[in-house]
């Protein structure tokens, strides 16, 4: 639980040190987003992911509007400029980069936990089987397509408006 505290808090926080480090303002309602996706999967592991159904979906839609954000985000911000930001494009590598990271993380998890059952230490990371994970990268998905929908307005203070052409 203290590693989870410790990892939300840290996740908490990276809105203030990305707007001292690039030139970027967070709205507020970001940064409780942010915050709060952080907070349902450290809640989660006080007994809400065993206990209540619907947690850990919730848990994975909030985390994955927050990644596919950020992969939307970097995908408009072209360094150049120079590339056309279609939306099939933009669909196809929002969906797939937030898919991948939520594959990646599901591997992960379950390699932890079979680390920890293998050397007799409790789990920092609890897999549920693979029923679960499928599970969650649907709602990782779910998160991308909230993004793709209604993150181009919501998220245009992150990107510089000159080079996000559609």
Do not use: C, K
């Amino acid at each position: 639980m203290i590693v989870n505290g410790a990892l939300s808090l840290t996740f908490g926080s990276l809105p203030r040190y990305l707007e001292r480090r690039y030139d970027v303002h967070f709205r507020p309602w970001q940064r409780e987003w942010i915050s709060t996706a952080a907070l349902v999967h450290t809640l989660g592991m006080l007994g809400p992911y065993d206990r209540v159904w619907w947690w850990d979906h919730l848990a994975h839609t909030l985390s994955g509007v927050v990644f596919a954000g950020v992969v939307d985000v970097v995908y408009r911000s072209d360094v150049d400029g120079e590339r056309h930001v279609s939306s099939r494009s933009r669909t196809a590598f929002v969906a797939g980069i937030t898919f991948g990271l939520g594959f990646v993380w599901e591997v992960f998890e379950y390699i932890v936990h079979a680390l920890g059952d293998r050397i007799g230490f409790d789990p920092l990371l609890v897999h549920y089987g693979r029923l679960d994970a499928v599970g969650d990268l649907v709602f990782d998905l779910v998160g991308a397509m909230i993004v793709l929908l209604f993150g181009r307005d919501r998220l245009s203070n992150l990107v510089d408006s000159e080079r996000d052409e559609s």
